[in-house]
């Protein structure tokens, strides 16, 4: 068996890309903006470095760096940042001319680096900073995860699935987790060559490279490769070949390739309730079969491994990841918040209280039970195209996430959505009756007819508008409709924003639907 080794020694000194899913190359010498040097090196004990900018227009840092920040009652505030939190710059933007700028950092017990990137007349410079030499630690998946940004990781693992074969992306498990390798540099430490290596499912694999986190998932960048040992045992074919089980149940047919002592198979116990093995071949090329039963619950999925081993006991994996669809849970946004980090599609629908990103559609949704965060509303500038904003309702499906612990839920599908009108008290007066149509008005309490359900008038000085209930959020049914004044302490004088549609009732206007969007004491 042929064994493949490489250690560039500058590669590990000077890691060049920590921000992935961007593969600009580094510009260095450009008409609109100069740089004295397009590496800054920061002392290992804190300290600082300056390095000159010379523009011939205005310039900035662009914001790169994802920052969440959780608030005392429970949500977060999800904003961009021009640098990582370990390290400062003295100033994020300028005129065109010669400016100064420093970088600097506290003391660290590990070597980092990271790259920030300046824009000027519509092009990049990028500037690499490095605090002390990265230290290569030797770590399995589950520390790499739980390890600090920026430190570079030796770890080995099975490859478990290839994403990508012009850069080298890939995913990587040991019997601790997994993690995402983005990049993989070639013997030459060359990028774009990863089909050099050969490299399969399955096979064993020791690479090294520095940590990111991109989107809430745990990376190694630009990885270099330092062993590879290739698998005796091979997924061949799936029939179907997308490896998923129908709603109703079936069967799935895996082919296998062998080179070791027989085959074993591992269904993990968490699956064993609707996934088994009904049948399973020798010989150098083994069959097995698994069946599902039907599935009532939302998605699921579950990775098998099939086992062999060498002539001296040496044990040798290939993972193959099986799923079946499942039906779509109708959820609140509390219970969704409840539920496990998984797969399962979830449909909530709730009033979009503020947005963190209008091009990727990341928002906050709030019902009557809560609120969370969704990363990412539909495609790729779906979300603004259609024009949603602050206030608007949205249906939206997508699966149960987390990031640093914190509920989200991701891939979301927008399925409906209402566009929420602001009106003045007498532009909704002089509306037509309409159920379906939804606006949002404000004004300040001058009474109120009912605690139990919240019954009250809201005046603008001039205009007055009965509101026919004013409800903790959309989606409020029966007893969750009750005493909510109370519970956000709303009193006559406050000033209130509440959607909903217009209505007429033995002659009066109403704002009827009730969901309550802010309230302001004066």
Same mark, same amino acid.
């Given at each position: 068996?042929?064994?493949?080794?490489?250690?560039?020694?500058?590669?590990?000194?000077?890691?060049?890309?920590?921000?992935?899913?961007?593969?600009?190359?580094?510009?260095?010498?450009?008409?609109?903006?100069?740089?004295?040097?397009?590496?800054?090196?920061?002392?290992?004990?804190?300290?600082?470095?300056?390095?000159?900018?010379?523009?011939?227009?205005?310039?900035?840092?662009?914001?790169?760096?994802?920052?969440?920040?959780?608030?005392?009652?429970?949500?977060?505030?999800?904003?961009?940042?021009?640098?990582?939190?370990?390290?400062?710059?003295?100033?994020?933007?300028?005129?065109?001319?010669?400016?100064?700028?420093?970088?600097?950092?506290?003391?660290?017990?590990?070597?980092?680096?990271?790259?920030?990137?300046?824009?000027?007349?519509?092009?990049?410079?990028?500037?690499?900073?490095?605090?002390?030499?990265?230290?290569?630690?030797?770590?399995?998946?589950?520390?790499?995860?739980?390890?600090?940004?920026?430190?570079?990781?030796?770890?080995?693992?099975?490859?478990?699935?290839?994403?990508?074969?012009?850069?080298?992306?890939?995913?990587?498990?040991?019997?601790?987790?997994?993690?995402?390798?983005?990049?993989?540099?070639?013997?030459?430490?060359?990028?774009?060559?990863?089909?050099?290596?050969?490299?399969?499912?399955?096979? !064993?694999?020791?690479? $090294? /490279?520095?940590?990111?986190?991109? #989107?809430? &998932?745990?990376?190694?960048?630009? *990885?270099? %490769?330092?062993?590879?040992?290739?698998?005796?045992?091979?997924?061949?074919?799936?029939?179907?070949?997308?490896? !998923?089980?129908?709603? $109703? /149940?079936?069967?799935?047919?895996? #082919?296998? &390739?062998?080179?070791?002592?027989? *085959?074993? %198979?591992?269904?993990?116990?968490?699956?064993?309730?609707?996934?088994?093995?009904?049948?399973?071949?020798?010989?150098?090329?083994?069959?097995?079969?698994?069946?599902?039963?039907? #599935?009532?619950?939302?998605?699921?999925?579950?990775?098998? %491994?099939?086992?062999?081993?060498?002539?001296?006991?040496?044990?040798?994996?290939?993972?193959?990841?099986?799923?079946?669809?499942?039906?779509?849970?109708?959820?609140?946004?509390?219970?969704?918040?409840?539920?496990?980090?998984?797969?399962?599609?979830?449909?909530?629908?709730?009033?979009?209280?503020?947005?963190?990103?209008?091009?990727?559609?990341?928002?906050?949704?709030?019902?009557?039970?809560?609120?969370?965060?969704?990363?990412?509303?539909?495609?790729?500038?779906?979300?603004?195209?259609?024009?949603?904003?602050?206030?608007?309702?949205?249906?939206?499906?997508?699966?149960?996430a987390a990031y640093q612990g914190n509920p989200q839920m991701s891939g979301a599908t927008i399925e409906g959505y209402k566009v929420v009108t602001a009106l003045s008290i007498a532009e909704f007066i002089a509306k037509e009756p309409d159920p379906n149509t939804f606006y949002r008005v404000t004004g300040t309490i001058d009474e109120i007819a009912n605690t139990t359900y919240g019954n009250l008038y809201l005046t603008d000085g001039t205009n007055r508008l009965y509101v026919y209930g004013c409800y903790p959020g959309y989606g409020a049914t029966g007893d969750a409709r009750k005493n909510f004044l109370e519970a956000a302490n709303?009193?006559?004088?406050?000033?209130?924003?509440?959607?909903?549609?217009?209505?007429?009732?033995?002659?009066?206007?109403?704002?009827?639907?009730?969901?309550?969007?802010?309230?302001?004491?004066?």
């Amino acid at each position: 068996m042929k064994v493949k080794y490489f250690i560039p020694v500058i590669i590990a000194l000077f890691t060049l890309a920590l921000t992935s899913c961007n593969d600009d190359d580094a510009i260095t010498l450009l008409d609109e903006v100069q740089v004295s040097t397009s590496y800054v090196s920061i002392p290992m004990d804190g300290g600082s470095a300056t390095i000159t900018v010379k523009a011939n227009d205005s310039w900035q840092f662009e914001k790169l760096f994802r920052q969440i920040t959780k608030n005392s009652d429970g949500t977060n505030d999800t904003t961009y940042t021009e640098t990582p939190t370990w390290l400062n710059i003295s100033q994020m933007s300028g005129s065109a001319g010669e400016t100064q700028i420093t970088f600097s950092a506290d003391g660290t017990l590990n070597g980092r680096n990271t790259e920030v990137r300046l824009q000027c007349g519509g092009r990049t410079q990028i500037i690499n900073v490095i605090q002390g030499l990265a230290v290569v630690s030797d770590a399995t998946c589950a520390e790499v995860i739980a390890g600090p940004e920026s430190k570079t990781y030796r770890v080995t693992g099975t490859v478990t699935s290839i994403v990508n074969t012009t850069y080298g992306n890939w995913y990587l498990a040991d019997e601790t987790g997994e993690i995402y390798i983005y990049g993989t540099l070639d013997a030459n430490g060359g990028t774009k060559n990863f089909l050099s290596w050969g490299l399969e499912v399955g096979d !064993q694999i020791t690479v $090294e /490279g520095p940590k990111t986190v991109y #989107n809430g &998932t745990v990376e190694l960048v630009d *990885v270099t %490769v330092v062993k590879i040992e290739k698998s005796l045992i091979k997924v061949a074919s799936v029939d179907p070949e997308n490896a !998923q089980f129908p709603l $109703e /149940g079936g069967d799935i047919t895996v #082919n296998l &390739t062998c080179k070791g002592n027989g *085959v074993s %198979v591992d269904i993990p116990e968490d699956a064993k309730g609707w996934l088994s093995m009904t049948s399973i071949s020798g010989g150098a090329e083994p069959v097995v079969k698994f069946h599902a039963a039907p #599935n009532t619950g939302g998605d699921r999925n579950t990775k098998v %491994v099939f086992r062999t081993t060498d002539d001296s006991g040496k044990e040798y994996t290939s993972e193959l990841t099986l799923t079946q669809v499942g039906a779509i849970v109708n959820a609140t946004i509390a219970e969704f918040l409840a539920a496990p980090v998984g797969d399962t599609q979830y449909r909530i629908t709730g009033v979009i209280t503020s947005v963190a990103n209008y091009g990727r559609g990341n928002i906050y949704i709030r019902d009557f039970s809560g609120e969370t965060y969704v990363y990412g509303s539909g495609a790729q500038g779906e979300f603004e195209n259609i024009g949603l904003d602050e206030g608007d309702i949205i249906t939206l499906v997508g699966k149960r996430a987390a990031y640093q612990g914190n509920p989200q839920m991701s891939g979301a599908t927008i399925e409906g959505y209402k566009v929420v009108t602001a009106l003045s008290i007498a532009e909704f007066i002089a509306k037509e009756p309409d159920p379906n149509t939804f606006y949002r008005v404000t004004g300040t309490i001058d009474e109120i007819a009912n605690t139990t359900y919240g019954n009250l008038y809201l005046t603008d000085g001039t205009n007055r508008l009965y509101v026919y209930g004013c409800y903790p959020g959309y989606g409020a049914t029966g007893d969750a409709r009750k005493n909510f004044l109370e519970a956000a302490n709303i009193e006559v004088g406050d000033q209130l924003t509440m959607i909903g549609y217009r209505e007429t009732y033995n002659g009066t206007v109403e704002l009827s639907g009730g969901i309550y969007f802010n309230h302001v004491k004066p």
